[in-house]
Structures are given as C-alpha cells and as structure tokens.
C-alpha cells in the first residue's frame, strides 16, 4: 500500500506505509476511517493528499526521517535530559533557517518526534551564546538597556551566588 | 521565519533543552523572551535561592534607580497599591523584597526543603512570607505551582513543621520524604518513628518514603499502617534501610507500590508469602548472610519483578560455610531462584562493597550459570572484589543467552592468565543493542580474523584495569568492532605490581587517544 502526498507546490511524493505512519496527519486522513467505517478510504488513493502549509523541500527532507524511523520508535518523551541518537543530530543540522521550517512542518503534520529534535536543534544551535550573539543570529532588536540586562542577569543569575552571594 | 513567530508553547520547549546559562542569556535579549525563559529558570531552585531573591540588599534599585526591572517592579507596586512617590516612600523596602519573592516563588514546580546543620532551609523562607501576612502558613499558598515537594532530614522534629503546612492548596503530583537518621541521634531512634509517624499523617500525598535508621526497633509496625491508611493510593516506593526491619510489616494493602528498598540479613523476619502485586524494582543489601534474601525472593508473590539489586556488604554472606559450592552455594542458589521465579527480568545487580576481603575468594563461572537463564536481560551489573575465571568461552556464552543486553558491566580483579580478549569483544560486538560496557579485557598482539566489521551501537567501553599490547592496531579493530564508539575508559590501577605501570598507561592512552577520536594512524 502507498499514498502520495503533495507538496505546497504540486510536488508528488509516493510513501509507502510505515513512513506515512510516521506523519500524524497523514495516518489521520489516511487511516482514520480504519476505525468509523471498516475500510481505509485513502488506500491506494490517485488523488493523493495535499499538505498545503508544507514546501517540497521541507517535506523531502521530513520524509528521510520517517524512513528513517518507519520500522523503529523515535525519542517522544519530553525529558530534556534524553539525549538523542547521533543520526538524529546529523540529520537536523545547525542551519537555523531550515531547523525553523522542519519545527513547523513538524508541527503542522503531527510528528512529535522530529518535533523535539527540531527543538533540540534549534536549543543546541543558542546554547553557549551571550545575548548580543542570540539578538545577532535571531535578529532581534534588545528591548533592555545594558543597565537593566545587568540587573536582570544579577537577579536571575542565582547558580552563581552560592560562589559570590551578593 | 523568524523563531518568534512559532507558537509560545513551542518556544517554551525549546528553552527547556537550553542550559540554565543560555536560557539566561536568551531571557535578556528581550521581553517576549524574558516572559518564557524566567518560567525555565525559576522551575526548580534551591531553597536558598529563593530566599535571597527576596532578601538580597537593593537599595538602590528602590530608591534612586527604579526603572531597571521595571517588569518586576511594575508588579510589585501594583500588588502594595504605591501609585505615586509620596505612596512609594511610605512603603517599606521589605514589602518590595517580598513581593519579589512572591513573584519567583509563583514560578517554582519543584522545590527541596532540607536539613542542614540541625536547620531546615525553610527557615530562610521565613522572613518574606512574614511580610506577607501569613506567616510559614503562607509558604504553601505562594508556591502556586508547586509540582514536586521533596522533604530530607536527618531527625524527624525538623519535618514536623513542615509537614503540617497546608500543602493541598498546591497542585502537588508528587511528595517526596526522606529521614535518614545521623549516628549522633542515634540514642533518641526509639522517639524517632513515633515523630515520622506524627509529622507524615498531615501530608496530602506521599509518593517516595525513604527512611534510613541504624537499627529499626519494632515501631515500623505502627509507620507501616498509617502508610497504607493514608497513602496507600499514592505509595510508589518505600525504601526501609537498617538492621532488624520486621517485612512482615510490608503485608499491609499498598496498591501502587513499585519499588521496595530493605536491608536484610537474617530469614527470621520474612513472612512465608509476602504478595506485592504491583512490585517492579526491589533492592535489597545484605550484610553478612544470603539467608534473608532467599527467604523474601521465595516468599514473594510478584506477578512481574523486573529488576533486582543486590548490595552485599561482606563477600563471606555469598561463600558456604562448608566451602562446597556444588551443595550449599547460597549464591548459586540465589541466582537459580532468581532465574527460576521470575525469567522475566530485564536488570540484574550484584555489587559486593568490600573492598579487601581475606582471603580473596574466586568465583568458578558456574556459580553464575544461572544468569544465562534470564534471557530477557537488558542491564546487567555484577561487581566483585572475587576474582571472576570469565573469559572468551564464558563471555561469548553470555552473550549467546542474553541478546538484549543494553547495559554490561562487569567488574573484578584481572587475572592475567584466564581474561577476556578479542574473541570476547566480537561476541559482544554482535549484541545490536548494547550501548555500555565495562569489562576487564587483556588485547593481545594478535587480533584474530574473527574481529570483523559489524554494525555495533556501542557508545562508551570502560576497560576496567585491562591492558593492550600493541595500542595501534588494536584501536583500528576497536573502531571497525565499534563504530559508534566515542568515549574509552580505563583504571589507571595496575592489576598487580608486577605489571609495569607506566607503560601501560601509556599503551592505553594512545589507544584511547586513537579509537576514541576515529585517527586511522598507518
């Protein structure tokens, strides 16, 4: 059995099961049916399924991961401590940009899986930045004068007054 | 796309995988971002903490320099009514240090109050909540997120005050309690459970009860009951650590219990049938004798243990007193009860924590035959100061019984002589699922054929006190056996004086250095 999926931009996608599985809307529309009416009424379906929100870039590289993951359970539990399996660090990458795209996409689909690792993605890409680097990469304009991200730092700063308690 | 545009849920996630460092840094970059980072960053502190964002010296924020927090601030006038300048100077500056301890505390979900120093920390909390009216009372109805609340002490009078705060106007989903008793308040242990007793039956919930006593003295009886009575419903785990804890108490209906922790050492004190239905982990330390615990593992009614820990203080508690293994093993016949009653079992634990037995006994692999009989292991742990005869034949063996092995470690002085080598790691290579690893393996110069590719996951491989011969071309096979290697440890201790210490820190470093970071050195 196979379904074809269609990008924002016309773009035909054929999947086959497991991997559509993988895509919570997908298994909705697809399979949901499974359940009111005995029958899949998107089996084998020549129309195919349209993800509007989704570009054909966007949704090739989504499909690699429910390859990926189309016989094998992905990380689901929320625990930020977990961490994930060195292929899925690979596959995400450190463009930010793109990370963006998938975390939508993955929450417009359904996915929760890539959508933690697109988070993960995009916590790994901030991490170790001060300030200025963040407002840099995200372009963001800095709401705080320097005084009050000295005062702020100073009251929320608090694993460092054990060492300098003011 | 911009990462602000993405919905504030998403955002909160995000930042919940950020270090508390970054997720400050993000926090001051602006105010959409301080909203959603300062909930990150006040989930859980200490105690401490937050008594010093209520009480840290600030004056001159609050008399010459207010509009530096002015979020912050903004809320703190509102709540006090200060709706001009005459109004701000009328109010005093403690009133402003409380409201901003207000303000944090309402972000706090998980929070530990401890003793330190014959002091609950709690005690620091006081000073603000006296400024707001309601006195220690008043600490429940600030925390008004409070998810988790976890109590340690050393003396049961110090959970007392606590216990009788009226925690159910929070959302609590989990209380942890904790009195591990100091040997100085030993004297008083008689008084002790009578005050747990008192200080537990006010609590709305109790999830993890952990008490650690010397020597129990027949009063569990009465903790028990209460226990069942009142939290018979939320009871996951009871840990009972010390000598002389009558099991028989443990009869009493507890329906969600989950993990049990005992100390153990004589089978007088063991029911004839204990039934724990809902009993996944149990933990049990010995000390000198195997008795007690074979008579709770044959006592026990459990549908599904799925994880032992054994601790044993003395290894003598695991030798025969006659000295003939095949009769009276109490080893043997631990594992073979273990093996038999429940072949379900997917972590087994045995650490023996003495550190330099007289004699030093040797463990025949027989003893541990058994194990291959739970072929639904994924962690096993066994730590001895015996010397352990495995080598590649008992290994491979193990490996052929217990295929789903995630976690393998496997401690003991090396005996040079009889060690496993690279026949052993490629039967341990083969194992799809195995993540880490500690065994004390001896690498020879000779790397036979058998040490071909495979499609490993193994990500850490501690080497115990193990040696290699020729650094080089061992990594090279290391890597090709484990290809997602990326952390190789080793004892820096030489097994025994005769070996040459320095040199073989330095054939392990350079095989660490190696197979650890993937250099293919011809």
Same mark, same amino acid.
């Given at each position: 059995?196979?379904?074809?999926?269609?990008?924002?931009? %016309? #773009?035909? /996608?054929?999947?086959?099961?497991? !991997? $559509?599985?993988?895509?919570?809307?997908?298994?909705?529309? +697809?399979? %949901? #049916?499974? /359940?009111?009416?005995?029958?899949? !009424? $998107?089996?084998?379906?020549?129309?195919?399924?349209?993800? +509007?929100?989704?570009?054909?870039?966007?949704?090739?590289?989504?499909?690699?991961?429910?390859?990926?993951?189309?016989?094998?359970?992905?990380?689901?539990?929320?625990?930020?401590?977990?961490?994930?399996?060195?292929?899925?660090?690979?596959?995400?990458?450190?463009?930010?940009?793109?990370?963006?795209?998938?975390?939508?996409?993955?929450?417009?689909?359904?996915?929760?899986?890539?959508?933690?690792?697109?988070?993960?993605?995009?916590?790994?890409?901030?991490?170790?930045?001060?300030?200025?680097?963040?407002?840099?990469?995200?372009?963001?304009?800095?709401?705080?004068?320097?005084?009050?991200?000295?005062?702020?730092?100073?009251?929320?700063?608090?694993?460092?007054?054990?060492?300098?308690?003011? | 796309?911009?990462?602000?545009?993405?919905?504030?849920?998403?955002?909160?996630?995000?930042?919940?995988?950020?270090?508390?460092?970054?997720?400050?840094?993000?926090?001051?970059?602006?105010?959409?971002?301080?909203?959603?980072?300062?909930?990150?960053?006040?989930?859980?502190?200490?105690?401490?903490?937050?008594?010093?964002?209520?009480?840290?010296?600030?004056?001159?924020?609050?008399?010459?320099?207010?509009?530096?927090?002015?979020?912050?601030?903004?809320?703190?006038?509102?709540?006090?009514?200060?709706?001009?300048?005459?109004?701000?100077?009328?109010?005093?500056?403690?009133?402003?240090?409380?409201?901003?301890?207000?303000?944090?505390?309402?972000?706090?979900?998980?929070?530990?109050?401890?003793?330190?120093?014959?002091?609950?920390?709690?005690?620091?909390?006081?000073?603000?909540?006296?400024?707001?009216?309601?006195?220690?009372?008043?600490?429940?109805?600030?925390?008004?997120?409070?998810?988790?609340?976890?109590?340690?002490?050393?003396?049961?009078?110090?959970?007392?005050?606590?216990?009788?705060?009226?925690?159910?106007?929070?959302?609590?989903?989990?209380?942890?309690?904790?009195?591990?008793?100091?040997?100085?308040?030993?004297?008083?242990?008689?008084?002790?459970?009578?005050?747990?007793?008192?200080?537990?039956?006010?609590?709305?919930?109790?999830?993890?009860?952990?008490?650690?006593?010397?020597?129990?003295?027949?009063?569990?009886?009465?903790?028990?009951?209460?226990?069942?009575?009142?939290?018979?419903?939320?009871?996951?785990?009871?840990?009972?650590?010390?000598?002389?804890?009558?099991?028989?108490?443990?009869?009493?209906?507890?329906?969600?219990?989950?993990?049990?922790?005992?100390?153990?050492?004589?089978?007088?004190?063991?029911?004839?049938?204990?039934?724990?239905?809902?009993?996944?982990?149990?933990?049990?330390?010995?000390?000198?004798?195997?008795?007690?615990?074979?008579?709770?593992?044959?006592?026990?009614?459990?549908?599904?243990?799925?994880?032992?820990?054994?601790?044993?203080?003395?290894?003598?508690?695991?030798?025969?007193?006659?000295?003939?293994?095949?009769?009276?093993?109490?080893?043997?016949?631990?594992?073979?009860?273990?093996?038999?009653?429940?072949?379900?079992?997917?972590?087994?634990?045995?650490?023996?924590?003495?550190?330099?037995?007289?004699?030093?006994?040797?463990?025949?692999?027989?003893?541990?035959?058994?194990?291959?009989?739970?072929?639904?292991?994924?962690?096993?742990?066994?730590?001895?100061?015996?010397?352990?005869?495995?080598?590649?034949?008992?290994?491979?063996?193990?490996?052929?019984?217990?295929?789903?092995?995630?976690?393998?470690?496997?401690?003991?002085?090396?005996?040079?002589?009889?060690?496993?080598?690279?026949?052993?790691?490629?039967?341990?290579?083969?194992?799809?699922?195995?993540?880490?690893?500690?065994?004390?393996?001896?690498?020879?110069?000779?790397?036979?054929?058998?040490?071909?590719?495979?499609?490993?996951?193994?990500?850490?491989?501690?080497?115990?006190?193990?040696?290699?011969?020729?650094?080089?071309?061992?990594?090279?096979?290391?890597?090709?056996?484990?290809?997602?290697?990326?952390?190789?440890?080793?004892?820096?201790?030489?097994?025994?004086?005769?070996?040459?210490?320095?040199?073989?820190?330095?054939?392990?470093?350079?095989?660490?250095?190696?197979?650890?970071?993937?250099?293919?050195?011809?």
């Amino acid at each position: 059995m196979s379904i074809t999926l269609i990008s924002k931009e %016309g #773009a035909q /996608f054929l999947v086959s099961k497991p !991997v $559509a599985d993988r895509i919570g809307v997908v298994r909705d529309c +697809a399979y %949901g #049916a499974d /359940f009111w009416l005995g029958y899949a !009424v $998107a089996t084998d379906d020549s129309m195919g399924i349209t993800l +509007a929100n989704v570009t054909s870039s966007i949704l090739s590289k989504i499909l690699v991961w429910c390859e990926h993951y189309k016989d094998m359970e992905p990380l689901v539990d929320g625990d930020s401590n977990m961490e994930f399996p060195e292929w899925d660090m690979a596959y995400i990458g450190h463009d930010m940009n793109q990370i963006l795209f998938v975390l939508e996409a993955a929450d417009y689909l359904h996915i929760p899986g890539l959508l933690l690792l697109a988070c993960k993605g995009i916590a790994d890409v901030l991490d170790g930045r001060n300030p200025r680097g963040i407002c840099d990469l995200l372009g963001i304009v800095m709401d705080f004068s320097h005084r009050q991200e000295v005062d702020m730092d100073k009251e929320n700063g608090y694993w460092r007054w054990f060492l300098h308690p003011t | 796309m911009q990462l602000f545009e993405l919905p504030t849920e998403l955002l909160q996630l995000i930042v919940s995988y950020l270090s508390t460092s970054s997720a400050l840094a993000i926090a001051l970059t602006s105010r959409l971002w301080f909203d959603i980072a300062i909930e990150h960053l006040w989930a859980a502190p200490h105690a401490a903490t937050l008594a010093n964002a209520g009480y840290r010296a600030d004056y001159k924020h609050l008399k010459h320099r207010e509009g530096r927090l002015d979020r912050i601030w903004r809320k703190a006038r509102n709540a006090v009514g200060i709706r001009s300048t005459k109004d701000k100077e009328r109010i005093p500056t403690r009133v402003f240090r409380a409201q901003r301890f207000q303000f944090y505390a309402s972000l706090v979900r998980s929070l530990t109050l401890e003793e330190s120093g014959y002091v609950m920390d709690y005690s620091l909390l006081l000073p603000p909540l006296m400024v707001l009216g309601g006195g220690s009372s008043f600490l429940p109805a600030a925390l008004t997120r409070l998810r988790v609340l976890t109590l340690r002490a050393c003396c049961a009078h110090f959970l007392l005050p606590l216990s009788s705060l009226p925690w159910s106007i929070c959302p609590l989903i989990r209380i942890n309690v904790c009195l591990r008793q100091n040997s100085v308040l030993s004297v008083h242990e008689h008084l002790e459970l009578s005050t747990l007793t008192e200080a537990l039956s006010p609590l709305p919930r109790l999830d993890d009860l952990k008490v650690e006593r010397r020597l129990w003295s027949g009063q569990e009886r009465a903790l028990l009951q209460l226990v069942s009575e009142r939290f018979g419903s939320t009871l996951k785990t009871v840990a009972a650590l010390g000598l002389g804890f009558d099991v028989h108490t443990l009869e009493v209906s507890l329906p969600a219990l989950q993990e049990v922790s005992l100390t153990l050492d004589t089978d007088s004190l063991v029911p004839r049938a204990l039934r724990l239905p809902t009993l996944r982990k149990l933990n049990v330390h010995i000390c000198t004798s195997a008795s007690g615990i074979h008579a709770l593992l044959v006592a026990l009614v459990v549908p599904s243990l799925e994880k032992l820990a054994i601790t044993v203080g003395f290894s003598s508690a695991l030798e025969s007193a006659q000295g003939e293994w095949q009769v009276t093993d109490p080893l043997h016949a631990l594992l073979s009860l273990v093996a038999r009653k429940h072949p379900q079992m997917v972590s087994l634990s045995l650490s023996v924590y003495e550190q330099h037995p007289s004699p030093l006994p040797s463990w025949p692999f027989r003893r541990l035959e058994p194990i291959l009989a739970l072929s639904r292991l994924t962690e096993l742990q066994i730590v001895t100061p015996a010397s352990l005869p495995l080598g590649d034949t008992e290994i491979s063996a193990l490996c052929d019984a217990c295929y789903n092995l995630r976690i393998l470690l496997l401690s003991w002085p090396i005996v040079r002589s009889h060690a496993p080598g690279w026949r052993a790691l490629s039967a341990l290579a083969q194992l799809h699922g195995l993540q880490e690893l500690t065994i004390p393996v001896e690498l020879p110069a000779y790397i036979p054929l058998m040490a071909l590719p495979s499609d490993s996951t193994l990500e850490s491989f501690h080497m115990g006190q193990g040696d290699v011969a020729s650094p080089r071309p061992a990594a090279r096979t290391l890597r090709a056996l484990f290809p997602h290697l990326k952390k190789l440890e080793f004892d820096p201790r030489p097994p025994s004086p005769a070996v040459e210490d320095r040199t073989r820190a330095v054939r392990l470093e350079w095989l660490r250095a190696v197979a650890q970071l993937g250099l293919v050195l011809e």
